[in-house]
């Protein structure tokens, strides 16, 4: 039904619907630089009536020049003034857009005008979501109206309402459609009234976002990982505060934050799973996820597997500590690791380090360990374990049993040790010097120079620092002659012994002869002679006479006296001319013959 008289605006709902606007406005298109013109409309409805006249309002960078008007696509004009009024009458319905100078062509705004007795208006303005937006069913010449019903299509909408208005806050992408209202016209002959259909459209205030990986969906693991939560903001609402957040199977893992960046160090296997992330306003009012990517962390295959050693290359000394490292060149954990050895069926440890702190002779083998990751194993080189027994306890053993030999018997001398890690060299000592080597000493047919004492040194070694070695108990070696041999030598010994008795017995006797001869001679002449008379020339022989009294009975004791000078003499001194030497003879008395004085004594008088 068509009107029948001219509605009224309402001030107050015009006044704050315009300030609305421009507040959201100034907020959509605030930036500096080019930026689109701002297109306002005052009051900011739509559809108006045919009686009214609304203003249509330009704002851009402030530059001076004419402002451009355009209807759909079509340049309407150009004016010094940033706006115009539009009626029915002028200029009409239609698709406004305007283009500030310096600035970029605005959004537009639809505005149409009607007859009808009941309109439902909405924003003359671009719909973000996010905003509250009022929808206001309103009757011409704002005739009071009751019983207000709001539908969108043929859905009746119970939303909250304020008499003659509908709130959709927050406005989403699904309250876009056509809406209408239906209410009582209180007006005599007029009354339930119901609206056009007027279309709501809702923009984005930000498209979906788009979750994207800075690397592999299949990283490995320990590999650093960039997350980047993608989303373009609205060229109506640029600066729009946004917040992300991050998601790994519905648990938040990073946010709320500004940062549309998230950044793992170190993935690791928990780390595996169905990533995505929100976009959301600082109230929440629209939240936006992407689409689910999968991020699967695989594990670094265990490789390059070794054992290190303490003593280095696992060679030891009995009683010695013994410590093996297992280490992994790559792969990722978390490791276990178990200990090996040739032979045994059972591991004989677990864990990164095997330790044994003294180590026996049956400790000797080759060990190997092995890392696992749970996914992946390896097998370390094999490393083989020498333990050394140190040579001990040295004896000399040969086929008889006692050291006393026979000469020309064929010996051998034979060195062992109780203990002692093979090899084992023997070096062969006799009477303390070195002989000969090797475990058996072969003398071969002994005789008298193989009598002596006999040791053998023992040395093994492990490398060529550690030498050990041990001497045997001195073994004292005699050489015997046979018993036909030793009595030929005995009756040779015996032979010539009679013999030489025999000879000193003649030559005692005839020295003894010769002796009493001559002293006799020498006592006879002693008597005669004068011991003051001079001597008498040489080659004189005197004839011998016995001493008075005495003859026969006395021994004659001749000496010869050697005169030589004392002390003083050299070299250079003139020798003297030969003298005869004094010769002074005694007679004394014979031994069976009685002294008269036991005392008596005797000395040569110058």
Partial sequence: MQRTGSPTSTQQHAGMARSMALLLWAQALGLTGSQPSQLTLDPPWTPVFTSEKVMLRCQGSGAPGPTKWYIGQRLQQ???????????????????????????????ITLRFSDEWLVLQVPARVLLEGDTVPLRCRAWDDIKITRVQFFREQEALGGPSRGTELLL???????????????????????GQESALVPVVVQELFSVPVLHLKGPAKPPEGAPLALGCLSQPSPLRPLAHLQHVFYRDEVVVGGPQDSPQLQLPAVGLSDSGNYSCEVRTETASVRKHSALVTVTVRRVPVSGVF??????????VEGDRLVLRCMVGAGTGPLSFSWHRHGLARPLATGPRYELHAVQPQDSGRYHCTATNGGTAADSLPLWVTVLVPVANATITMARTEPSVPAGESLNLTCSVEAGTAPVTFTWLRDGQQLGS????????????????????????????????????????????????????GTAVAAGLSVSLLLLLLLAATVGWHLCRRHRAAAGKSWDRDPAAPPEPEGHQPEPRAPPGAAGDEEVLYTHVVVTERGGATSRSRPAPPQEPTVVYAVLPAPHVRLRLPSDTYENVP
């Avoid at 050693?309 to 060679?315: E, M, N, S």
């Fill in 169 to 191: 806050s927050p406005l989403q992408l699904q309250h876009g459609g056509r809406y209408r209202c239906r209410a009582i016209v209180n007006k005599l002959f007029v009354q």
């Fill in 438 to 489: 090797g475990p058996v000493l072969s003398l071969g047919a002994v005789g008298p120079t193989h009598a002596g004492t006999y040791q053998c040194l023992a040395t093994n070694h492990l490398g060529t620092h550690r030498i050990f070695q041990v001497r045997s108990p001195v073994l004292t070696l005699s050489v015997t002659q046979p018993r036909q041999e030793r009595w030929q030598q």
């Fill in 78 to 108: 150009q004016i010094t003034s940033n706006y115009i009024y539009v009626s029915k009458n002028y200029l009409g319905s239609g698709s406004y857009r305007c283009c500030s100078p310096g600035a970029e062509l605005s959004p537009p």
């Fill in 307 to 316: 054992l290190v050693a303490q003593p280095p290359k696992g060679q030891v």
